[in-house]
């Protein structure tokens, strides 16, 4: 008699009518806790202290302490470092992974408010070229107008279009060559134009080498360092229209240290960011970039879009490679 009870129970449970709603609510359990914070813990918890000193050990592999250079890169990492956990903290505490458009409280940040240029140049910083859009923040200018030519400083400018006012003054201020790589102009125009110091090519720098179907020729950085013979790059300037996306994401897959001292970036955000999954992808972007040992010192906003009703989806970044131990941070 118990046992046709119990028979009687299974066959109940395993109706459709029964079993679907479980099903669901299972899976839907299941998707919360692995989906909608992937990698982080549910319940926030400030754990700065042991954050701060697993960043300290980090820098130390970097930075010994040995010079003047070195103190001042150690101290700046460790400053940069607590950026970077407040940020990763403060996705977490709103969370951003539930869906919702983060955060939840009542501010709303500008997106480039979670990439703050928080490292520290240990040079002077000067900003190089004319005042207008175009102009990019330098570090350590004195370093590079120490350099002789027998130093070979080479500068990479991608996107050049009809202001070369930038690349003109590196080239009167230096002894730097300039290498510049544009399909959309058949020439250098503005201020450098002419100057036997710039050499340009017609093609554009992307994430691999190709002719489109338009018939223009895209190349990668290494391609075209190796047909050069360059092995460093000082200065490495990128204004490429939002194709820098994957040009730069071409460089981390083909360098395991990126073969610059210093990046001049414009980051072009057509994208919808109200949309969860395009902030999350400029996210791992930007996580990608301090990876690679990249670290922001200065920012710009480039306000034309906004003048014109627009999101401020324009900003000018410059960047070192802390890894970079030929020249600007000996």
């Known amino acids: 008699m118990r046992t046709q009870t119990i028979n009687e129970l299974v066959r109940k449970l395993v109706r459709p009518r029964i079993l ?23 319940d926030y918890k400030d754990d700065s202290a042991s954050h701060e000193f697993e960043f300290y050990s980090k820098a130390r592999k970097y930075f010994d302490g040995s010079s003047d250079i070195s103190k001042k890169l150690l101290s700046s990492e460790q400053l940069y470092q607590k950026q970077v956990y407040k940020r990763t903290q403060y996705i977490r505490k709103n969370n951003y992974y539930t869906g ?4 939840k409280s009542e501010e709303m940040m500008p997106v ?20 207008n859009d175009g102009g990019k923040w330098m570090c350590g200018m004195p370093v590079l107008e120490s350099m002789t030519k027998e130093d070979k400083c080479v500068i990479y400018s991608l996107g050049v279009f009809d202001d070369s006012s930038w690349e003109k003054e590196m080239i009167d201020r230096t002894n730097c060559q ?28 992307g994430g691999k080498d190709e002719v489109d179907k338009d018939g223009i020729v895209w190349k990668t950085l290494k391609t075209i360092m190796k047909e050069n013979g360059h092995e460093w790059i000082d200065v490495l ?4 229209e939002g194709t820098e996306f994957v040009a730069l994401n071409a460089m981390m897959d083909q360098f395991e240290i990126l073969p610059f001292s210093q990046l ?22 930007w996580e990608r970039l301090e990876g690679h ?3 922001p010192f200065w920012s710009e906003l480039n306000t034309i879009v906004a003048k014109l009703g627009g999101f401020l989806t324009l900003s000018e970044y410059s960047f070192i490679n802390i890894a970079d131990k030929r020249r600007l941070l000996v």
């Not at 679907?20 to 549910?42: D, E, M, W």
């Not at 480039?112 to 910083?125: G, K």
């Not at 300037?237 to 490429?240: F, L």
């Open 237 to 240: 300037k990128m204004d490429i």
């Open 112 to 131: 480039w408010w979670y990439f703050q240029p928080s490292f520290n140049c240990p040079h002077e910083v000067e900003r190089v070229g004319r005042l």
């Open 20 to 42: 679907i709603p479980i099903f669901i609510a299972s899976a839907f359990l299941l998707f919360t806790r692995t989906h909608n914070q992937p990698g982080f813990p549910v």
């Open 293 to 295: 040992h990249l670290r």
């Open 178 to 205: 300039v290498f510049a790589f544009d399909a959309s102009v058949d020439r250098i125009a503005g201020d450098a134009a002419g100057d036997p110091n710039i050499h340009f090519f017609k093609y554009f720098i």
């Open 264 to 285: 001049q970036l414009e980051i072009h955000l057509y994208s919808d960011m109200e949309k969860r999954k395009n902030f999350m992808k400029l996210v791992k972007f």
């Open 100 to 103: 919702a458009w983060f955060p």
